[in-house]
């Protein structure tokens, strides 16, 4: 394929790709692409990606979104009957097998991981495939109809296994990006005092939820929901504020404890011995 590459063409040829390797999930061997597949994957992807027309944010989505369709179509309906021990066994299994997958896809977008995503600074592949394979979560809090007793048993699940910490940073990071995008909705949608109730509300929701999601006590969900949800809700009150001047005395009409509390807090948050500002700020988008 010679001169420019459409966007259309191109994602044709990586999506059959991607397609075979999807095939790793089930445990076949025949789902590893072979080196001439490999490169030819690379090479497309590379090429949509530094031609004059661009498609680098297409390609970070659309591997995004073909991965999510591999977990709801091939890993839910695996996981959706098994109990107990067996529901262990396959989860632990198709993790494994999703891992194997994920390897190959990262391949072909490599470029994207180093150029793209540092410049953007974007989850790399492998952090936003861990953020897909807990997609549901995502639904969930949305409002979406979602089933809770699949959803808490694969949570559970996997809290009992040797990948929970990769769960727990896939988690907390997609509760951090997902405030971050709903902070710049809301600041402009809601006056700031019902803003302020607003986080409070939310923090104490999220809470409530890590709980259930992550296993974890009360006080660690605390300091998590803290860092992935107060942090960048209170980023974007800050923000908004300084952008309009709003000075003082119009700030005194707002719930100003619940301001400063959480601004208190947020102060002094420091995620794995690191700052706030530094260590979350490849997050943002």
């Known amino acids: 394929m010679a001169g420019h590459i459409s966007f259309e063409d191109g994602w044709k040829i990586l999506e059959q790709g991607i397609v075979k390797c999807s095939k790793i999930l089930e445990g076949c061997p025949s789902g590893r692409p072979t080196v001439n597949e490999y490169m030819l994957n690379y090479d497309i992807a590379y090429r949509m990606a530094v031609q004059k027309d661009q498609y680098c944010q297409e390609l970070y989505d659309g591997y ?19 109990r107990d021990d067996c529901f262990l066994r396959e989860l632990v299994k198709m993790w494994s097998n999703y891992c194997a997958m994920v390897r190959f896809i990262c391949g072909f977008f490599s470029y994207l991981d180093r150029c793209f995503v540092p410049h953007k600074r974007l989850p790399s592949l492998e952090d936003a495939a861990a953020t897909s394979f807990f997609s549901p979560i995502r639904k969930e809090r949305d409002g979406c109809n979602v089933d809770m007793d699949v959803l808490m048993s694969i949570m559970h699940g996997i809290c009992r296994s040797e990948v929970k910490t990769t769960m727990k940073n896939a988690v907390i990071q997609d509760t951090y990006l997902y405030y971050t995008r709903k ?27 890590l709980i259930h999601y992550l296993c974890i006590s009360k006080e660690e969900s605390s300091d998590l929901s803290l860092k992935a949800v107060s942090a960048p809700l209170m980023q974007a009150y800050e923000s908004y504020t300084k952008e309009k001047h709003i000075g003082g005395e119009v700030l005194l009409q707002t719930y100003k404890t619940v301001e400063e509390d959480l601004l208190d807090k947020c102060s002094r948050l420091t995620i794995e011995g690191g700052s706030y500002n530094s260590s979350l700020s490849h997050m943002e988008k």
């Open 183 to 209: 902070s710049y909705e809301w600041i402009v949608q809601y006056p700031l005092q019902d803003y302020l109730a607003k986080a409070q509300e939310t923090v104490e929701k999220e809470t409530e939820r």
């Open 64 to 82: 995004k979104a073909t991965l999510a369709d591999c977990v709801r179509a091939m890993v839910l309906p695996s996981l959706m009957h098994k």
